[in-house]
């Protein structure tokens, strides 16, 4: 299976098509949004791949309006923690601006990977049996990237955006 991760659109519309075309051209299963999406036409961008996209709010979200943008382009919204299983994997997503919550699922070791965004840099690592995930930004970046996992072995496959 394969699931796109992007993280910190910040309602740029430019980056999340190029990053549409990424998912288009890789036949990603599903999306996770880690949050700071920015515009309703982020997430409608994201909804034309026809496939389930996962969304959780960022620290510049407006809650109930990109809640309300989620829930009408037939997507599921889970605020600001989300958690589900795939391949018999465990996945948690969060934009990471909690520091708290973020430790605390890591501590846990309940999942096989988290996902977070906010500090705008990719990285890869493991803390525990725990895989932590950030796949860069699409805006407010020298660098856009999104990053393809592939389950249920966990592999990355990071993809920078062409830049003009």
Same mark, same amino acid.
């Not at 919550?101 to 309940?110: F, G, H, K, V, Y």
């Given at each position: 299976?394969?699931?796109?991760?992007?993280?910190?659109? &910040?309602?740029?519309?430019?980056?999340?098509?190029? /990053?549409?075309? *990424?998912?288009?051209?890789?036949?990603?299963?599903?999306?996770?949004?880690?949050?700071?999406?920015?515009?309703? @036409?982020?997430?409608?961008?994201? /909804? @034309?791949?026809?496939?389930?996209?996962?969304?959780?709010?960022?620290?510049?979200?407006?809650?109930?309006?990109?809640?309300?943008?989620?829930?009408? /382009?037939?997507?599921?919204?889970?605020?600001?923690? !989300?958690?589900?299983?795939?391949?018999?994997?465990?996945?948690? =997503?969060?934009? !990471?601006?909690?520091?708290?919550?973020?430790?605390?699922?890591?501590?846990?070791?309940? =999942?096989?990977?988290?996902?977070?965004?906010?500090? &705008?840099?990719?990285?890869?690592? *493991?803390? !525990?049996?725990?895989?932590?995930?950030?796949? !860069? /930004?699409?805006?407010?970046?020298?660098?856009?990237?999104?990053?393809? $996992?592939?389950?249920? @072995? $966990?592999?990355?496959?990071?993809?920078?955006?062409?830049?003009?």
């Amino acid at each position: 299976m394969k699931i796109g991760v992007l993280s910190d659109t &910040h309602a740029n519309l430019e980056n999340t098509k190029k /990053a549409v075309e *990424i998912f288009r051209k890789e036949n990603v299963e599903e999306i996770i949004h880690c949050g700071d999406i920015g515009a309703a @036409e982020v997430v409608n961008l994201l /909804a @034309e791949l026809d496939v389930p996209c996962h969304f959780v709010f960022g620290n510049t979200d407006f809650p109930q309006t990109m809640r309300t943008a989620i829930l009408n /382009a037939d997507q599921t919204c889970w605020d600001y923690l !989300g958690m589900m299983t795939r391949e018999g994997r465990q996945i948690a =997503f969060l934009h !990471g601006h909690d520091w708290r919550t973020l430790d605390e699922l890591i501590a846990s070791q309940r =999942f096989d990977l988290i996902c977070t965004g906010h500090t &705008h840099e990719f990285h890869w690592m *493991i803390q !525990g049996k725990t895989h932590l995930l950030n796949p !860069g /930004a699409l805006n407010r970046t020298p660098s856009p990237s999104v990053v393809i $996992l592939s389950l249920p @072995e $966990l592999q990355i496959t990071t993809k920078r955006l062409e830049r003009k």
